[in-house]
């Protein structure tokens, strides 16, 4: 049994190390860069409770998620069409006036001075434009209620998208605090099992069998860890930002 179980790890081991070789060639192509560049890992993978509430997450996500600042842009926009268009149908007053003023010299000594204004006003309006223009602000209207309700759309699906991006990481964080408690349980049966190797109560496989299965927690842990802080970059991205711009 013994053998069977290192021939297995060694299985184990090459298709860690192959699969390490994959990561790095795809982190390269992700990166541009030449493949025999020397890549350092600065940061350690560590676990730190996740603290910011879903309300401050969506406001921010208010503030700065594009797709959502393009539906408010495009009410906006519908809004001032609305207003343009009923301006055309609104009557018109223009108003104008002028001032001039005349320098003559009939003679030597002698300068006369003549002085002029002019106002005028006109007030225009459309007579009849067989309903185009009513027509048109009808349209205007109903493209401002669409717009109205993408934008309420574009909202529902942000809180959506974001309150089930929140419960992956919060549940991420649960089941993390919960395996480091079994973790610990499996570390003291390790050492348990040793103590009673060294005494001569259990067998060699037995030692295997507790090793194998706190390398085993160990691997699902750090599975754990990777996944809480994909699910904290995927929450970024909903967010459209940084969690560390959110006080």
Not at 72 to 90: G, M, P
Not at 127 to 139: A, H, K, P, W, Y
Not at 241 to 246: A, D, F, Q
């Amino acid at each position: 049994r013994a053998e069977i179980r290192y021939q297995r790890d060694l299985r184990r081991i090459k298709n860690s190390k192959i699969a390490l070789a994959q990561t790095r060639n795809d982190t390269m192509n992700f990166l541009q860069l030449p493949q025999n560049t020397r890549i350092t890992l600065l940061s350690r993978l560590s676990f730190e409770p996740f603290k910011r509430n879903l309300e401050d997450l969506l406001q921010f996500a208010i503030l700065h998620r594009q797709d959502y600042l393009n539906a408010q842009r495009s009410l906006l926009l519908a809004q001032l069409a609305l207003k343009d268009r009923k301006e055309q149908n609104r009557i018109r007053l223009a108003l104008s006036g002028s001032y001039s003023t005349d320098r003559t010299i009939p003679s030597v000594g002698l300068e006369n001075y003549n002085h002029g204004w002019t106002a005028g006003a006109t007030l225009s309006k459309p007579l009849f434009d067989s309903g185009v223009n009513r027509l048109q602000i009808e349209q205007e209207r109903k493209n401002l209620e669409n717009t109205s309700v993408s934008l309420h759309n574009a909202r529902l699906s942000l809180e959506v998208e974001l309150r089930n991006a929140y419960l992956n990481v919060k549940l991420l964080e649960e089941q993390i605090v919960e395996f480091t408690e079994n973790r610990r349980q499996v570390e003291r049966n390790l050492m348990a099992v040793r103590y009673r190797y060294s005494n001569g109560i259990d067998r060699l496989i037995d030692l295997f069998d507790a090793e194998n299965e706190l390398r085993t927690m160990e691997l699902e842990y750090v599975g754990l860890l990777v996944n809480f802080h994909s699910s904290r970059d995927q929450l970024a991205l909903t967010i459209g930002g940084r969690l560390e711009e959110i006080p």
